[in-house]
């Protein structure tokens, strides 16, 4: 494992945002939806690809609260520009189990 330093982790813009819409990006080569994720008034809404559909529906994650990547230039993913990175877990069958708080906090929060 390589360390990193203090300042090196503080560049990271870990934030929470809710989910405001999900769709099924069509032309992915690997399963995955476009998310239109809320992380509050200093940042807006920002659009990612996430591969988490083995796991879940577009119905369900409305209104969920993710923890994602705010600060990573944008990235060509087909034909959408993904500006963000939302967060996740492999569990044993390889399956992406996203990255939640366990309490309400408010949109655009810092992880600390």
């Known amino acids: 494992m ?12 870990l934030r929470v ?3 405001k819409k999900a769709e099924a990006f069509a032309a992915a080569r690997t399963p995955a939806y476009i ?10 809404i920002k659009k990612s ?5 083995a796991l879940y ?18 990235k060509q993913i087909g034909p959408l520009m993904s500006e963000c990175l939302i967060t996740g877990f492999h569990n044993a069958q390889g399956e992406v ?3 939640i708080p366990d309490r309400p906090v408010p949109l655009g929060a810092k992880l600390l």
Do not use: M, Y
């Open 35 to 44: 998310l239109h994720v809320d992380f509050g008034p200093e940042i807006g």
């Open 97 to 99: 189990v996203l990255c």
């Open 49 to 53: 690809s996430a591969q988490i559909t």
């Open 57 to 74: 529906s577009p119905e369900e994650l409305i209104g969920r609260l993710v923890v994602g990547v705010v600060n990573f230039p944008k």
């Open 17 to 19: 945002g809710e989910i």
């Open 2 to 13: 390589n360390t990193i330093t203090w300042d090196d982790f503080a560049k990271i813009e």
